[in-house]
């Protein structure tokens, strides 16, 4: 018999605090992590603010993206409000997610993984059905790369609050690769 899960939780010990914790955090890191890279792509072609500007635009006003071709701040400024709003529903889904893997899954991973490519492919569907032409505009490419590193500030945070042991390897695993192994660690040649 197991005990009765704690008020406001699940059976895993994890309250709603726990839960909402995570979607916050989990949901302004990899909207951040978007945003930021748009930011840096739209920098080095000399146009900064311009693809939230297209997004808004094709989103929002039914514009084709070839054709926005100035920054309009309170597009950007609503795309913004926009952007994170889905992070956060998609911050919050992910959460309980993770907290039911924990509870449920034989391999968390895999599920993880899962969850992860469903949400590219919707970003993408969702992007060629609402806005047509725009996931081209933007390309297939920078989605992918923008939502793969989104995926992992995500999962990092997620790791590092739920298993820490296994993040603490995942780093250590990091530094080895990056700068080989410590100086008093590395064999006589």
């Not at 839960?19 to 909207?31: N, Q, R």
């Not at 603010?49 to 926005?68: K, N, Q």
């Not at 032409?133 to 999962?155: D, P, S, T």
């Amino acid at each position: 018999m197991t005990a009765p899960a704690p008020s406001g939780g699940s059976s895993s010990g994890h309250t709603t605090g726990d839960i909402l914790y995570d979607a916050f955090f989990s949901a302004g890191l990899g909207g951040s992590v978007v945003a930021i890279f748009f930011l840096i792509v739209d920098v080095t072609r000399g146009d900064p603010l311009l693809t939230p500007t297209v997004v808004a635009a094709a989103l929002f006003e039914g514009i084709a993206p070839a054709e926005v071709t100035r920054v309009d701040l309170a597009l950007v400024t609503a795309y913004t409000a926009v952007h994170f709003a889905v992070f956060g529903l998609l911050g919050a889904a992910i959460s309980l997610l993770v907290h039911e893997a924990e509870l449920h899954s034989k391999n968390p991973s895999i599920l993880l993984f899962t969850i992860f490519a469903i949400f590219e492919l919707g970003a993408i569907a969702a992007g060629t059905v609402l806005a047509p032409g725009l996931v081209e505009w933007i390309g297939y490419g920078k989605i992918a790369v923008a939502n793969l590193f989104a995926a992992m500030a995500m999962g990092g945070f997620l790791v590092s609050s739920h298993r820490p042991d296994l993040f603490r390897e995942w780093l250590r695993s990091l530094r080895l690769i990056a700068f080989g192994p410590p100086e008093d660690q590395v064999p006589p040649g």
